[in-house]
């Protein structure tokens, strides 16, 4: 009976945990707005269990060791606004000579590259075919590599809205799979998407730069609209992200109760006020423009494209200090598939030359982002009982923000993926 019991016990008994200890010469401590000398991170069974320093905090034998050794370790990135199945060198019409499933597949590669670039949680705001939920699941059983993925699966659009089908004729009947228009509508869609995997709800409420018959400053839909798509996706436990380039539509998403709003161009003051009062998050891709500028032509982008991104970029970029300058909440988002993935950690040099401190700009991508998507118990900051997901660089970030453009380590639950 004694031996009986011994065996059960031993079966119940967890498998011994996995430690690992991250040493450094330097940590930025996004939570507390400082740097840490000497930091050392434990990590137990991809959770960081520990945070101390070096020759005060004990490592536990037998655990792991990774020493970075002159480099200085943040928490892993979050950009809130990726398109993981899209490739800039495939613009306008040009896309149309591959098949459906090639958007799918070249999207591995875009992953592997966000993740070698320190970006180790995105926000995927849109895509066809849920392609952003397939990676999703492909990396959590690890046949792929990539980042941790917040899909949103497809957009909901009004019929020829942004996020519509806009660049095909009648005759091929083409539609957007999440366009609906009225209230019941736009909530039906909302359950779609997440009964098929979203775990974010993206909706476009403006006119866009890379659709044909919109223009970006127009509402495309009602504020009656907007807060029916709100309120059903916060029934469901899910939070919203608006594409809103235009003054009206940006109002009308925040008095509906948006959570994020994408893009941000055209904003007037009164829209800042109200992202003030209602604790909005604005994220603005104000980099992204540099590359279509240079390369967009070359790649297909039509004409009028490249008119609307040339109108909308400096505005955008004078509307992002203003913002800042005001004291809106701020979160970091490229709108990476618009220009190269891997490129994505260029916007910090921007947000530095508009306003923001490197540390605003960094915690725009961590310990903001975390919050705005809702999981900072998981994600955004080097702390117990969050994921181990640290990058490594080797100079000091605060002092000159373009080291994130070259990550030298990236940690992912405390597994090595680049080194």
């Known amino acids: 009976m004694r031996l009986l019991l011994a065996s059960i016990a031993l079966m119940a008994a967890p498998a011994s945990a996995e430690t690992v200890a991250v040493t450094a010469d330097r940590m930025v401590d996004v939570l507390a707005g400082r740097t840490v000398e000497r930091p050392v991170v434990l990590i137990t069974d991809g959770r960081i269990s520990a945070v101390g320093q070096q020759g005060q905090l004990t490592i536990p034998e037998g655990a792991k060791r990774i020493d970075l050794a002159g480099k200085t370790i943040l928490p892993g990135l979050i950009d809130m606004h990726v398109h993981l199945d899209s490739n800039p060198r495939y613009s306008g019409y040009t896309g149309l000579q591959f098949t459906d499933q090639f958007w799918t597949v070249q999207g591995v590669g875009n992953a592997r590259a966000m993740l070698d670039a320190g970006f180790t949680t995105v926000r995927n705001v849109g895509s066809d075919n849920y392609s952003d939920v397939a990676y999703k699941q492909a990396i959590e059983e690890g046949l792929m590599v990539g980042p941790r993925i917040i899909p949103a699966a497809h957009a909901l659009s009004a019929t020829g809205g942004h996020c519509d089908q806009t660049y095909l004729p009648p005759s091929y009947n083409a539609k957007g799979k999440a366009v609906g228009d009225g209230e019941q509508e736009l909530?039906?869609?909302?359950?779609?998407?997440?009964?098929?995997?979203?775990?974010?709800?993206?909706?476009?409420?403006?006119?866009?730069?890379?659709?044909?018959?919109?223009?970006?400053?127009?509402?495309?839909?009602?504020?009656?609209?907007?807060?029916?798509?709100?309120?059903?996706?916060?029934?469901?436990?899910?939070?919203?992200?608006?594409?809103?380039?235009?003054?009206?539509?940006?109002?009308?998403?925040?008095?509906?109760?948006i959570d994020t709003i994408e893009h941000v161009s055209l904003v007037d003051a009164e829209g800042i006020r109200l992202a003030k009062e209602h604790g909005t998050w604005f994220d603005m891709d104000i980099f992204n423009t540099e590359y279509t500028q240079a390369e967009g032509a070359k790649n297909g982008v039509l004409e009028d494209n490249l008119r609307k991104d040339r109108e909308v970029a400096q505005i955008q970029r004078d509307n992002f200090r203003a913002a800042h300058k005001a004291g809106v909440k701020m979160i970091f988002g490229t709108d990476a598939g618009v220009m190269p993935h891997a490129t994505a950690a260029g916007q910090f040099r921007v947000m530095t030359e508009y306003g923001m401190s490197p540390?605003?700009?960094?915690?725009?991508?961590?310990?903001?982002?975390?919050?705005?998507?809702?999981?900072?118990?998981?994600?955004?900051?080097?702390?117990?009982?969050?994921?181990?997901?640290?990058?490594?660089?080797?100079?000091?970030?605060?002092?000159?923000?373009?080291?994130?453009?070259?990550?030298?380590?990236?940690?992912?639950?405390?597994?090595?993926?680049?080194q």
């Open 187 to 257: 909530r039906q869609r909302v359950r779609e998407q997440r009964k098929y995997g979203a775990e974010v709800i993206k909706v476009c409420a403006t006119g866009g730069v890379f659709s044909r018959n919109t223009e970006p400053g127009q509402q495309q839909l009602s504020e009656s609209e907007l807060r029916a798509i709100a309120d059903e996706a916060h029934q469901w436990g899910l939070k919203v992200a608006a594409h809103a380039h235009g003054a009206a539509g940006i109002k009308a998403a925040i008095r509906a109760g």
């Open 359 to 418: 540390l605003e700009a960094i915690q725009a991508a961590t310990r903001n982002a975390a919050e705005a998507l809702g999981r900072e118990k998981d994600v955004g900051a080097i702390a117990v009982g969050r994921y181990g997901d640290i990058i490594a660089v080797d100079g000091d970030p605060l002092a000159n923000v373009r080291e994130l453009e070259s990550i030298d380590v990236v940690i992912k639950g405390g597994e090595v993926v680049k």
